[in-house]
């Protein structure tokens, strides 16, 4: 299993802003995963972050909005860029276990809230 | 393309009754597929995984899954719910090479005294 801690938990923001979600993974891991949950909604990949490459974007989702960096195998974060009231969410980092066909371990989450 | 569908946003049952969550999903090849967990406030845990082994999946705290490709279902049963089991259910599919989740939308499972 793996353990993942993410920091700050949670934060108030104003329109305009940026801010930066760290994800710190207690082993080493090839993929790491960004996902989002609005308000009452499910969750919804935003990038895949391997370390020594570019995170790979899904639809919907550009690097100049959430530009994401993965300086080693434990350690990743994702920022939120020009913050509006629609990227009020939660921010979830996720790792693979020992094969991709195996269970992925959720960080707990932060909490975004954008005035 | 991978997908599941959660066919009840909300199911609401008494306590000690039977839970049934329902999901299907559509894969081109042998799915992965698995059931999540996340109480309020709190992180995702999962409850149990299908990866083309057994059919029948037994999971945590007493839920178990079956696989019916005939029916392209992966229902989620629980012979008797608990107060505890309040939560949001995700069944949740590998949709890609690199083994990203793609998520349902999700049950609201309520549990009456």
């Known amino acids: 299993s793996a353990v993942i801690s993410q920091k700050p938990s949670r934060d108030i923001c104003q329109r305009g802003t940026s801010l930066t979600i760290q994800c710190q993974v207690d082993?080493?891991?090839?993929?790491m995963f960004w996902y989002r949950q609005q308000p009452g909604q499910s969750l919804t990949l935003i990038a895949t972050?391997?370390?020594?490459?570019?995170?790979?974007?899904e639809s919907g989702f550009v690097i100049d909005k959430f530009p994401i960096s993965r300086p080693n195998l434990t350690f990743s974060t994702l920022t939120v860029s020009n913050m509006s009231p629609e990227d009020s969410s939660i921010y979830l980092c996720?790792?693979?276990?020992?094969?991709?066909?195996?269970?992925?371990?959720f960080g707990p989450g932060t909490r975004l809230t954008v005035l | 393309a991978q997908s599941v569908t959660q066919l009840d946003s909300h199911v609401s049952v008494s306590e000690g009754t039977p839970v049934l969550l329902r999901c299907n999903y559509s894969?081109?090849?042998?799915?992965?597929l698995f059931w999540y967990v996340q109480h309020p406030n709190k992180g995702l845990q999962l409850l149990l995984k299908?990866?083309?082994?057994?059919?029948l999946v037994k999971g945590i705290n007493g839920f178990e899954a079956e696989f019916k490709k005939s029916e392209t279902s992966f229902h989620l049963t629980k012979p008797s719910a608990h107060m505890s089991d309040a939560a949001e259910y995700f069944c949740?599919?590998?949709?890609?090479?690199?083994?990203?989740?793609?998520f349902g939308k999700g049950t609201k499972l309520s549990v009456k005294p």
């Open positions: 082993s080493q891991v090839t993929m």
């Open positions: 949740v599919v590998i949709g890609g090479s690199q083994g990203n989740l793609i």
């Open positions: 972050a391997n370390q020594g490459s570019e995170a790979t974007y």
């Open positions: 894969s081109s090849y042998s799915p992965s």
């Open positions: 299908y990866t083309s082994a057994a059919t």
């Open positions: 996720s790792v693979v276990g020992a094969s991709r066909f195996d269970e992925q371990f």
